[in-house]
């Protein structure tokens, strides 16, 4: 063997025993200190799989066998006692890089088995031997599944086939259990950064509150002290100073609402009607400037009654402020439950485009239409992720004759 080619066997193994350690299967070492109790839980599938195995080939006895840098860890076992064993005397380290199956009918016969402790009787006595390499997508050989017995047996043609479509479905779970560790810890860390985004909007506004209230403070002293004549420039420049820092905090408070809203939700009952008395209440000096109507289809819904409360009062407020001008703006409210919940709110308002549908669910997104009110383009971006938590989502479509529908699928029931 060439240098070279010892060289890249090297890096190979290192590159393997990487893939053992990131799929957190049993391995020897990990930074040079030995790991005894490796985090890793054989799935009841694995342990299924075995059991065919052996009924597919008429072996007695089957495992799976993960290959480390320096023990043969058995992780699955029929008729067998799972155990651990050096490298140099497992009889799959042999074969397991191979890549295809190997079959011998009797152990002691083949040159590469014939003095293994396994075979000579230095710790058993098998004959019949086969193992299927575990490789997976990316090429890596993180062990075999083996059958063997003491008897002398062979395989045909469809047993070897078993065999190989057997080992794939140990790959496939061994994968499958990475992949889900994989999701869980992502969604942790997911949870951690909105706890820390939380953490992080609440000491900013903090912040940002205090400067503008005292700006907002002490522009109202300017504006009423007597020195300020009430049609020159420097009122004009207060009301300006006044109404931009109003706007600024109106938009840190929106900010702080939007980060913490949306996390973790508590289901329970609640009626549509309890959540829009609140709505209304809380919008009453809106609705009732513009003569507002609304109406309301009532049903009882499993949800998070202080967020989808919130939900709806950004929905009815927006529903109201983008009215058509010169008409009583009419707001639909209701609710169905089906397979899922579903909450509607209905305007006949001035509409939002079609190509703007999807982008105004952003934060900080807002149209600049002539005639709208000022806002932060928080609101609907909230209300996308009040239905995001409870797995669900918002649309919005055109309703017939003009004005906005704006769907909420709140998840099951």
Known sequence: MSLRHAEDMELQELARQAVLQEYRLPYGEADGLPIEKPDYETPSELLDLVKLAVRVTGMDFGVINIITADKQHQIAAVGVDAGVCSREDSMCSRVFTSGSITAVADASLDPRFSDNPFVNGGI?????????????????????????????????????????????????????????????????????????????????????????????????????DSDVEASGPAARY????????????????????????????????????????????????????????????????????????????NLVSNAVSYST???????????????????????????????????????LVRLHRDGDPAGSGIGLATCARIAAAHEGSITLTETPGGGTTVTIDLGPA
Do not use: W
């Open 238 to 313: 207060f009301s300006i100073i006044r109404g931009s820092a109003s706007r600024m905090l109106t938009t840190v408070e929106e900010v702080l609402e939007f980060s913490r809203i949306g996390g973790a939700i508590t289901r329970r009952p609640v009626r549509l009607t309890t959540m829009m008395h609140a709505v209304l209440q809380d919008v009453l000096p809106l609705t009732s400037s513009c003569d507002a109507v609304v109406t309301l289809q009532d049903a009882e819904l499993r949800v998070d009654e202080a967020q989808v409360t919130a939900l709806l009062q």
């Open 124 to 224: 058993a006595d098998v004959r019949s031997y086969a193992s299927m390499p575990l490789v997976t997508e990316e090429g890596y050989a993180l062990g075999s599944l083996c059958v063997f017995s003491p008897r002398v047996l062979g395989l045909d043609a469809d047993q070897r086939e078993g065999l190989e479509i057997l080992a794939r479905q140990v790959v496939e779970i061994i994968e499958l259990q990475f992949r889900t560790r994989q999701l869980v810890e992502a969604l942790e860390v997911v949870r951690r950064s909105n706890e820390d985004l939380a953490g992080f909007a609440a000491r900013v506004s903090h912040d940002l509150r205090n400067p503008l209230t005292a700006i907002l403070g002490y522009t109202e002293l300017s504006e009423q």
């Open 325 to 363: 001008p010169g008409c009583p703006p009419h707001i639909e409210v209701m609710a169905a439950v089906g397979d899922t919940q579903v909450l509607r709110v209905i305007d006949h308002g001035k509409g939002i485009a079609p190509e703007d549908r999807r982008r105004v669910l952003e934060p």
